[in-house]
């Protein structure tokens, strides 16, 4: 059986650029369609839906646009076809935009959403903005607005369009907020993240030393893998979760510190894998707090901090621990971070499922496209 997944981690700072000139190019129009429904107040209300991978890179404009007084709501798209679409007059969805997130465009849930959505009233309906990367699919067809992936073919477990879809959500976001096409700079903060991945991505030696930095001491033997963080960060963790349940054939699960602590605290004990990440300051200083209390109060098994951030002197101190492993990314802008972040699990899960003896990438029993609901 062929392994493709190597291939397209590999291929996603190609497919990041042709993602990025489709921003800057034919999809411009388009985002700023969207921050103008908005700034006019033709929109008051945004709600983002996918399955999956798709669902998951939602929690990135979650968390930068509630933070600027935007109502943002997450619902899983299956959840919402069958269990919170309104059954009554749908008023709800006035000056609503929903935005709908599928790779393919053709997911059964996302064909029948949108059937429930176009059937509303002219007067009630919600503004429908299709985010995939098939310009032919039901999706694209059947909503207002569109905005496209722009990369070639995933055949594998998620990678590149998982990324690509948290850039165009950043964009997306910062143009809703006005800190996008108003200045060159954050083009360049954009273009400036997207060189630190090639140059992880394009260099078999970086790739290498991610491996045997990480995985015969952190990765090898992990049967659970619990994974933490806070704000954006967050976006990381729960596809950080899926994928090594796609990839190793094992469990995991992604929990905020804060949730981890009223519940998941209690499951600690020398067996426990943990990957915590720390994007931006604030979260790094609460972070820090939690690792000093696994060390010094608790008890965890191997921990992977994935971070950006300086270490002072009794930070650098608690990390000398023999069970803490550290990985380092050049990303400053925390909302960006996450781009980075999944790029170093992907690989990591890519050699813990090959030591494993299992082909990584490769489908057991769902597929890449799931029609039926």
Not at 311 to 329: A, C, E, G, M, Q
Request: a negative charge; aromatic letters at 10%.
């Amino acid at each position: 059986m062929k392994d493709n997944f190597l291939e397209e981690i590999k291929s996603q700072p190609q497919a990041l650029e042709d993602t990025l000139k489709y921003i800057l190019g034919a999809g411009r129009p388009q985002f700023l369609k969207i921050r103008d429904f908005i700034k006019k107040g033709g929109i008051t209300k945004l709600i983002f839906t996918g399955m999956g991978s798709s669902y998951i890179s939602s929690y990135l404009p979650y968390y930068i646009l509630n933070q600027y007084g935007i109502a943002v709501e997450m619902r899983e798209a299956g959840e919402f076809l069958f269990n919170t679409f309104p059954r009554v007059k749908q008023t709800c969805f006035k000056d609503t935009g929903i935005i709908i997130i599928s790779q393919s465009g053709e997911s059964g849930e996302i064909r029948e959403l949108l059937r429930d959505i176009n059937a509303i009233s002219i007067d009630d309906k919600p503004l429908t903005i299709g985010i995939t990367n098939n310009p032919d699919s039901y999706l694209a067809y059947m909503t207002e607005l569109q905005i496209f992936m722009n990369f070639d073919v995933e055949v594998s477990v998620t990678s590149k369009s998982y990324v690509c879809t948290l850039l165009l959500l950043y964009v997306m976001a910062k143009t809703i907020i006005g800190e996008f096409f108003s200045s060159e700079e954050e083009k360049q903060g954009v273009e400036e993240v997207l060189r630190e991945i090639k140059n992880v991505l394009q260099d078999q030696k970086q790739i290498n030393k991610i491996w045997k930095d990480l995985v015969p001491t952190f990765g090898e033997k992990i049967d659970f893998l619990e994974i933490l963080s806070r704000g954006s960060s967050l976006t990381t963790a729960h596809q950080a979760a899926l994928n090594f349940k796609e990839i190793v054939k094992s469990y995991s699960e992604a929990n905020s510190i804060s949730t981890f602590r009223h519940g998941g605290i209690e499951c600690l004990n020398e067996n426990t894998n943990i990957v915590i990440l720390s994007s931006d300051k604030e979260n790094f200083d609460l972070n820090v707090q939690f690792i000093e209390n696994l060390v010094k109060k608790w008890t965890f098994g191997r921990l992977l901090h994935i971070t950006n951030q300086e270490f002072d002197d009794r930070v650098k101190k608690l990390h000398d621990n023999s069970k803490i492993f550290t990985y380092k990314h050049g990303i400053k802008d925390p909302h960006l971070a996450p781009i980075m972040e999944i790029i170093v699990l992907q690989l990591l899960f890519y050699k813990i499922a090959e030591k494993k003896g299992i082909v990584p990438g490769i489908f057991l029993y769902s597929h890449k496209v799931t029609k039926d609901v």
